[in-house]
């Protein structure tokens, strides 16, 4: 009996492996298409650009480079515009990240609100719009709005008999008008993930702060926030991986000014790159990218060990 027992075994795992490759197989030629356009558009131009980074900018894109090694790498981090360019990013990263994740929880809480209730999906679309509207135009119609001559900011300022606002004039102002358009253009996807969290959250728990005598802003702080912790901690690491990388808006309202007071790191290497210094353009990239990953890896692994205590 046991003998048989014994031979049956082997042969019903024999006769299982061709249905599991199968499926395997199926699976793996679903995924090979998306694989190989990871491979071509995302992983082949960084390994490229690395590479570049290793050599002469005169030769760098001919069929035979002459690799100088790390002397790119030399001259950017001794370049004074590429230091002040860093902790400018920096500075804003901190500064978007920031104000994006804060304002993304409180509209969460208010379109999560049992007292909003008619014109709350009116809401949700207004909030979301800009995150779903192309990035390029949106920031032209901001750039007109700004103006100095014929914006509507000022124009509305003015009619209320406020000064106006120097816009994209002066370095402090250029440097908010940035976090203002940024903050539009990408808060409402912030608000979606945490709205989304909200609606997923253990009520009894409020309820019972509720009935201890807590207020509406210590449930907030002590039994809402808490919970949303996941959800903090995926916005500020995909926030932090996007504003380190902050292009567009420069591109189109700033263009690095005013007396370079938005020359971040992107832009700069943008510069670098358009001035036909393609070695050091891609050592910058390449810097920020250790630097974007560093930096994201990092939050993330500090998020999850706070969440986890």
């Known amino acids: 009996m046991s003998s048989v027992a014994l031979h049956r075994v082997p042969a019903e795992r024999l006769s299982r492996k061709p249905r599991n490759a199968g499926q395997y197989a199926t699976l793996y030629l679903f995924l090979a298409p998306f ?30 480079p002459v690799y100088v090694g790390l002397e790119n790498f030399r001259s950017v981090l001794a370049d004074t515009t590429f230091q002040s360019s860093l902790w400018r990013t920096l500075l804003y990263t901190v500064l978007a990240v920031s104000i994006n994740v804060s304002a993304a929880i409180g509209l969460a809480v208010l379109l999560a609100h049992p007292a909003l209730r008619r014109g709350r999906t009116l809401f949700k679309l207004a909030i979301f719009l800009p995150v779903i509207t192309p990035d390029v135009a ?3 119609v901001w750039k007109w709005m700004f103006n100095q001559n014929f914006g509507i900011v000022n124009h509305t300022l003015l009619s209320l008999g406020l000064p106006p606002f120097p816009g994209v004039t002066r370095p402090v102002s250029a440097f908010a008008t940035l976090l203002i358009v940024e903050a539009w253009q990408h808060v409402g996807l912030y ?19 509720q009935i201890d005598g807590a207020n509406g802003w210590q449930r907030l702080i002590y039994v809402t926030i808490p919970q949303l912790r996941p959800a903090i901690t995926i916005n500020t690491v995909y926030a932090l991986i996007e504003f380190l990388k902050t292009f567009t808006v420069i591109f189109v309202i700033t263009k690095g000014g005013p007396n370079f007071s938005t020359n971040f790191i992107s832009y700069y290497a943008y510069t670098k790159f358009t001035g036909a210094q393609y070695g050091e353009a891609t050592a910058i990239a390449t810097i920020l990218f250790v630097i974007v990953f560093g930096l994201a890896a990092s939050a993330y692994a500090y998020l999850e060990r706070s969440a986890n205590r």
């Open 35 to 64: 694989a190989v356009m990871t491979i071509l558009f995302g992983l082949w131009p960084i390994a490229d650009s690395i590479r570049i980074a290793f050599t002469d900018s005169s030769t760098a894109l001919s069929d035979a």
């Open 138 to 140: 949106s920031f032209i």
């Open 191 to 209: 608000t979606l993930i945490f709205l989304t969290n909200l609606q997923l959250l253990d009520r009894t728990l409020d309820e019972s702060a």
